[in-house]
């Protein structure tokens, strides 16, 4: 099992309940849960005021083009989606190839009554990763409440443009987490894994030297 895991999924549900199957495995196979972090991820859209970041969010979702979403879905389960009728429902689709991502489409397709032409656009706007929309406390505060329900460890953030999305989320996201003791002011070691707060794990048995 790895050390830190990134994962994918549009729902606080769906992100508790990974979340939770992951730290009870470990905890089933020997390993301490504190030392198996799971980082979910998503698309931050931030502006001055709410409604500056929801036209932000708007303008990037109305350019994503079903079949370029479903081209790139096709590429990522390695299941070809170019014979089915876009309008029919995603219940009735069968995949062939990787099936966790599609699974969680399809999981809220059916809740949603999506097409697949639905899917296709969704995904398009930016493979099923949750949006977090609004001012830079707004959207701290949606971070924030993502990590007290039990979802994640930490984020991955995912830019909608570069390198915009990434410099508003380090000039005001960052500074409003930092005041708020949720994320730090300066780096506590050398290491990603200092940084993370693991420890080095044990040597396999009959492992004595690094593998190339």
Known sequence: MAEAIFEIDPTPEGRRAYYDDIKSRATNFGRNPDGVLIFPAFIPFIGETESIAREKQAFHNELADPI??????????????SGYDLDAPVEDVQVSGTQGLFDTARRVANRDNLTLRDVGKWYAQGVLLPQFVGTASQVADQIEESFAAGEADGFMVSAAQTPGTFNDFVDYVVP?????????????????????????????????????
């Open 176 to 212: 409003e987490l930092q005041r708020r003791g949720l994320f730090r002011t300066e780096y506590t070691g050398e290491t990603l894994r200092d940084h993370l707060g693991l420890t080095q794990l044990p040597r396999p048995q009959g492992i004595s030297h690094a593998v190339a």
């Open 68 to 81: 370029s979403g479903l081209i790139t879905l096709s590429v990522h389960t390695d299941h070809d989606f």
